[in-house]
């Protein structure tokens, strides 16, 4: 049976020019995926923060290449019409060119991904281009990179206005065909939003970029402890969960549950 069909690169890139503003989330497995999928978000991110609201770590830097795929697998399976893009895991696209177009390329065969997205900017130029030119589309990711976490000092509003400008544009001239400004101050991510051709898609960059990015398990109030001040949460999940097991644990322990309808003969 033929699928509807997905949203490509070259769409996606084109929503810049119409002004089509564009919605990502991120997600980890099959379910959510289809749900975000019917919902008509344009893009769905594996990204590697499944390293944090998926397996409990305190950063993104644990998560594996293989554990990354087995996630992006079901996602993949899962997505009708949204493009899928996969984050290439630390440190995967700092062990050379072809160390980079072999681990993305496994991605991208494996599961049904149609692009990949790689944390750095002008310093990435080389291995964003040698992915591009092996038919390997890449999302940037610029601004706060999660993954440099230790180098950083911690998880701070990046205000560099001379390195973001060189960074946007050395991506874009590389060939990405999206970058996501993250932690940015609002101005600069409006300044940096009309100096590239390609969308920037913000997470904590302000409304004037080309799109927006959030955390799934933040949008649906799943995530547990430390929640960022850009991270809007429209549904407070966690308490629906608790409240459902807690009846259940209730009826069990007054026999309310199981009842008669669902019983066999
Ligand atoms: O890994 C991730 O979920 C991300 C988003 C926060 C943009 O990179």
Known sequence: MSRPKRI???????????????????????????????????????GDTLSMV???RENTLPV????????????????DR??????????????????????AGRILKQSRAQAVKLEGGAEQAETIQALTNAGIPVMAHCGLRPQSVHQLGGY?????????????RAVTHAGAFAMVLEC??????????????????GIGAGAACDGQ????????????GYVPKFAK??????????????????????????????EYE
């Open 8 to 46: 490509t690169v070259p769409e996606f890139t084109a929503f810049k020019k119409s002004g089509h503003k564009i919605s990502v989330l991120t997600a980890y497995d099959y379910p959510t995926a289809r749900l975000l999928d019917e919902a008509g978000v344009e893009c769905i991110l594996v």
């Open 54 to 56: 998926v397996q409990g």
């Open 64 to 79: 594996t290449v293989d554990e990354m795929i087995y996630h992006a697998e079901m996602v993949g399976r899962a997505v």
């Open 82 to 103: 949204a493009l899928v893009v996969v984050d290439m895991p630390f440190p995967s696209n700092h062990l050379g060119i072809h160390k980079a177009i072999e681990t």
């Open 156 to 168: 701070r509003v990046q205000r560099d206005r001379e390195n973001l400008l060189d960074d946007a």
């Open 184 to 201: 940015v101050p609002a101005k600069l991510a409006a300044e940096l939003t009309a100096a590239v051709s390609i969308p920037t898609i």
């Open 213 to 224: 990015v959030l955390v799934v398990s933040d949008l649906l109030g799943l995530t547990d």
């Open 233 to 262: 949460q429209y549904a407070n999940i966690k308490q629906t969960i608790v409240d459902a097991a807690k009846q259940f644990r209730d009826e069990v322990r007054s026999g309310a549950f199981p009842a008669k309808e669902h």
